[in-house]
């Protein structure tokens, strides 16, 4: 069915299309439909299969649902549904959790843009409090490797945590502040090889009222404590009950 068209003189008023025939061209607009559809600069340009254009300007989508692909260089709003993996064209940062540590009862919880997030207030479900370290000496400084502790907050550094010193020769020292006011404190450590020397390593609780800090004896094979000797991860753990 196609389009009537009638080309007559403008005063020629007789010549006009019948009803008829505009009923008919009528028909044929509703079928022509859409042959293109394009956007571009928040324009939206409409092109029937005739070639006819017809363009108009769109500044916001309300409510649009795509079942395709976008290409962006900017989307803004307020939800994205979906995990946004076929989205190209676009800046886009999952964030996710890639690490954590717990110390002293507080645990903190790092993600990939560098942000942390700390929860404090767990209990260890132990009926003591405990410490573990490996520890090192090389002259007067002391090198501390954690391996656990719900003593103080893991920072090696006084008041916060134990601090290790040389009390006097052959004995070193574990001193925090109101850490060891129990009465029941276990102290082990392990006996230890220097230079192909062996030593016999004692903990014992000590100082004012037998509260203060923790000392561990070092004793070479002599029994003679002449100096302290460099070591290097000399397990210690000490439990508070």
């Known amino acids: ?117 700390s929860v404090s207030g767990f209990s260890s479900g132990l009926p003591y409090t405990i410490y573990k370290a490996l520890v090192s000496l090389n002259g007067s400084t002391f090198t501390v490797t954690q391996l656990e502790n719900t003593i103080g907050d893991g920072t090696n550094l006084n008041p916060n945590d134990i601090e290790w010193s040389i009390a006097s020769n052959g004995v070193i020292r574990a001193t925090k502040t109101g850490a060891f006011t129990s009465s029941n404190i276990l102290i082990s450590v392990e006996n230890m090889f220097v230079s192909g020397v062996p030593y016999i390593c004692i903990g014992t609780k000590a100082g004012p009222n037998n509260n203060l800090y923790i000392e561990i004896y070092i004793y070479p094979s002599t029994f003679i404590l002449s100096s302290t000797p460099n070591f290097t991860n000399l397990p210690v753990e000490i439990r508070i009950y």
């Open 1 to 117: 069915m196609p389009l009537i068209t009638r080309i007559v003189a403008p005063d020629n008023k007789g010549a006009k299309l019948t009803s008829i025939e505009m009923d008919n061209n009528l028909y044929y607009l509703q079928a022509l439909g859409v042959s293109a559809l394009t956007f571009s600069s928040n324009t939206l340009t409409i092109t029937n299969p005739t070639g006819g254009v017809k363009t108009t300007n769109i500044n916001n989508f309300t409510g649009l649902t795509v079942n395709g692909t976008i290409s962006a260089t900017t989307i803004s709003g307020t939800t994205l549904y979906g995990d946004g993996s076929n989205i190209t064209g676009v800046s886009k940062q999952d964030t996710f959790l890639t690490g954590g540590t717990y110390s002293a009862g507080t645990l903190t919880l790092t993600n990939n843009t560098g942000g942390t997030v």
